[in-house]
Nanobody
Framework: VQLQAYGGGLVQAGGSLRLSCAAS????????MGWFHQAPGKERDFVVA????????SYADSVKGRFTISRDNAKNTVYLQMNNLKPEDKGVYYC????????????????WGQGTLVTVSS
């Protein structure tokens, strides 16, 4: 299984970025997907999850109204649209896959990608 996250970069506060995560080696449409954020020196935190079909999503309070997750099962890819970025959003963003969807924050996913770095300048 391989999860390849990309799309990170440097952006000014208030700007936008779109992250992508391409999956291979697993039946993508049978896995829920999640995005997680790890700020420098801190633990990895849940950001958002999306169900297998994409009909259900769950967001951390800190990103509600600013971030949007979506998925394209035909392309085996999950996206994270990040708008109105804040300095506290900087860090490494990881995508992960799990055989179960849950609408609460957790980090015990089956498979993890390598992460993509987001830097937000104030």
């Amino acid at each position: 299984v391989q999860l390849q996250a990309y799309g990170g970069g440097l952006v000014q506060a208030g700007g936008s970025l779109r992250l992508s995560c391409a999956a291979s080696g697993l039946p993508f449409s049978s896995y829920s997907m999640g995005w997680f954020h790890q700020a420098p020196g801190k633990e990895r935190d849940f950001v958002v999850a999306i169900s297998m079909s994409g009909t259900m999503t769950s967001y951390a309070d800190s990103v509600k109204g600013r971030f949007t997750i979506s998925r394209d099962n035909a392309k085996n890819t999950v996206y994270l649209q990040m708008n109105n970025l804040k300095p506290e959003d900087k860090g490494v963003y990881y995508c992960a896959a799990d055989s179960i969807y849950s609408n609460y924050a957790r980090v015990n996913y089956d498979y993890w990608g390598q992460g993509t770095l987001v830097t937000v300048s104030s």
